[in-house]
């Protein structure tokens, strides 16, 4: 259906011209004026800077000034040549990004499913305390709960002591992919424990009763009712550490220790060590491509009327 | 037979269900009727196995039911809110029983699909959040009848529906029972639905069955005020009793004209403090001539359709009384707002009865 037929077959056609006009701008204005700041705030601090690293991703090497006429797809070409070829650092920084971001989605999957299933069933006493427990480190900026991280594993540090105190002598994991790993795991937890979390806890508990009266067991409930109405916390919980984990750069770089090639530490190479914007910015603009079409894809196989309906209506 | 002995429910010191007694047929229609929060949904939910009696015993054909789970009871509970699984279609829904058992379907959705009159190839593929209400409470029925159970259990399942949706499935479940050798246990706080369906009927208020029987004896023979004001629009007419021997009451009354005596026994049951007539076993009519009444002005007379409600206010004392009267009556005797008459009625009419614990 075309825009207009669609603007059409909204429209009454027993209405005179001039009431016809007025219906078909009041089909065309967006469903409400609150929505309004909101946009204008994504087009100036969202639309503007990617517009801007799209064409600054079109330019010759090392141009600091823009000159749209003057485009070339250079940029797009050495990180496409290099990333196929695995020559120079792209190979590296394909495979670092994937395996990080691959292994912090499942080590978080499998860390927060029981813990969600528990806090949403199971835990009564202390729920509210443990919940804003693992609130409050979200409140702490990434930094400083990164440099933590590298001050406790560091040689001789924390880790070491404790590790030497009980006769260990543990090789320290510091600026290794596992230890990059670790700190994503643990800065992007919480994104996957509270939408799982929540689509468990918005299960309504007649479902598990009716399942119970109708036979089924605890497995039975747990395989067929609580995991197939979780699925869509599981998902965006996913996308969320999956994508979040892609852009990881601050892990990258302090428990990596500058030895770790991410795509995201490399774009951040790019623009600061080696002047050179058009190459960076075709990195974010293929970083944000990848992104853009996991969530797309990934979001696409929730059924969002179904979560929509819970919480009561029938 | 299902059978309830002392069945109690306590939450803390509440007493949601006191030492309830009752015998089920098995196949019978049994309705359990209260106002919201009388305790009706607990016993429900005991007799499903969702909730663990505080003391008393569930025996089913003579085996103690009181602490077998939910899955290995042969109750199935229909709930209020039909509690489908939203991420299944119908034909998944009505499998999941029949799955949890361990057994193959072999048709037999088709077949349960048939009995709540829903069209299997129609239906059996859609996904339940694209059925309407009616359609939900059918699905629901099915997958409870799916579990084969001995006695099924239904948790006002049709008060969300409109009016003319809930007489039709009504008469179904009633047809339904018929067939099948269910037991059929409806809760509700609607009378009417009790009255249409049942064969037994249990009124119960404060977590006490206040009265048993059938509908029909329940209606002709309350037992007290809040029976008789809950099965349907009653005037109540407080009386002090001066004299009671040999199964007969005298009475005074300030107003009321006529008889003063009437049968009431046996001599343990309660004094009487009430007087309490039905709306439609009155009239009002400019002169007495019935064998009781009490004069009144008319305050307002309401059209309801087939029937005129006649609104009076009592002269002496202030009350108001209701009288529903035929549309020919009234226009037979032309009534209007602030003309004095008497509302009365015939003794046969007239419950004598205690308080009632509310």
Known sequence: ?????????????????????????????????????????????????????????????????????????????????????????????????????????????????????????????????????????????????????????????????????????????????????????????????????????????????????????????????????????????????????????????????????????????????????????????????????????????????????????R | MLKATNLRKEYGSTVAVEDVDFEIETGSFATIVGPSGCGKSTLLRMLAGHLSPTAGQIELDGIDITDSSPQSRPTSLVFQSWSLFPHMTVAENIEFPIDAQGLESNGRIETLLEQVRLDPEEYANKQVTDLSGGQKQRVALARSLAYEPDILLLDEPLASLDYVLQKKLQRELTELNAELNTTFIYVTHSLESALIMSDQLFVIDDGSIIQRGSPDEIYQEPVDKFVAEFMGDANVFPIDVVERADGRIRIDHPVLEGRQEFPYGPADRPVPECLVVRHDDTVVKPSLEHELGIPVTVVNVLNKGNTALVETRDKHEDAEYVSEMSLEQVSDISLTVDDDAYLQWNPDKTHVLPKGDS
């Open chain 1, 1 to 313: 259906m075309s825009v207009r037929e669609f603007v059409r077959s909204k429209v009454p056609t027993d209405i005179d011209r001039f009431d016809r006009r007025l219906a078909l701008v009041s089909v065309l204005r967006p469903p409400s004026g609150l929505i309004i700041p909101l946009v204008v705030l994504l087009a100036f601090m969202f639309v503007g800077p990617i517009a801007s690293i799209v064409l600054f991703s079109v330019q010759p090497t090392n141009t600091i000034s823009l000159a749209v006429a003057d485009w070339t797809l250079d940029a797009y070409r050495e990180i496409v040549q290099g990333t196929i070829s695995g020559k120079g650092v792209y190979g590296e920084v394909t495979t670092n990004t994937i395996m990080i971001s691959a292994l912090t989605t499942v080590i978080a999957f499998a860390v927060s499913y029981p813990a969600a299933y528990a806090l949403a069933t199971k835990v009564r006493r202390f729920k509210l305390p443990i919940l804003i427990a693992l609130i409050i480190p979200l409140f702490t900026s990434v930094n400083i709960r990164v440099y933590g991280w590298v001050l406790f594993l560091i040689n001789e540090g924390v880790f070491d002591l404790l590790a030497g105190s009980v006769g260990l002598d543990a090789p320290s994991i510091i600026y290794t992919r596992s230890a990059v790993i670790l700190g994503t795991v643990y800065v992007y937890l919480p994104y996957m424990l509270f939408p799982i979390y929540l689509s468990i806890s918005t299960i309504d508990d007649s479902l598990l009763e009716a399942a119970a009266d109708l036979g089924a067991g605890r497995t039975k409930q747990f395989v067929d009712v609580i995991l197939p109405l979780s699925k869509p916390g599981v998902i965006i919980g996913s996308l969320f550490v999956f994508v979040l984990s892609l852009g990881a750069e601050v892990e990258a770089e302090l428990l990596g220790g500058g030895t770790i090639y991410t795509a995201a530490s490399n774009i951040s190479y790019s623009f600061g060590y080696s002047q050179n914007w058009p190459l960076g910015s075709a990195q974010a603009v293929g970083l944000l491509l990848i992104t853009t079409v996991c969530g797309v894809v990934i979001l696409r196989t929730i059924d969002l009327t179904e979560i929509a309906s819970r919480g009561g209506s």
